[in-house]
């Protein structure tokens, strides 16, 4: 099980993100547009890629540039608890000048964002909304974390 945002990150994934993104970015989007043609589906659970209300949080006083509208270039689905049955948080990736910016997820409520400038391992910073507010703490970027229960509760 993947327990953190340098998990998500790591090795060749890491570095070949962007490479690979751009390699095959019309023939991966055509095949998911197929797919979801077909079963009706767009994303695993049915999930979109999760709006979040960047101006009514607090990540612009830690430096996290504001990354509304942005189309993620790598997602992700986990087990990070046993509440839920299934692979129910969505980890998305956004790429944001050098770096990139990740969020986690469930019923598309944000309770995790990780933020890397340079697009490097290690990342460089970590923030957890512990209770739905909107209001992120900094946290460990290696820490095993389960989502809080205001997320699928």
Known sequence: MSNSFTDFMSGANYAGTVYEQSKY?????????????ITGVNSALGQEAQPIAYKDTNLSSYGVPNFEGITPYKTKFLDRTDAVPGNET????????????????????VYEV?????????????????????????????ASSKPPKWTYE
């Open 25 to 37: 970015a019309s023939r991966g989007l055509a095949a998911v547009a197929g797919l979801a043609a």
């Open 90 to 109: 969505r980890r998305d990736a956004f790429k944001v000048g050098y770096g990139f910016v990740a969020t986690m997820s469930i019923d598309d409520k």
């Open 114 to 142: 990780g933020y890397d400038r340079d697009g490097k391992r290690p990342l460089d910073f970590a923030f957890r909304d512990e209770n739905g507010s909107g209001y992120f703490e900094r946290v460990s970027t290696t």
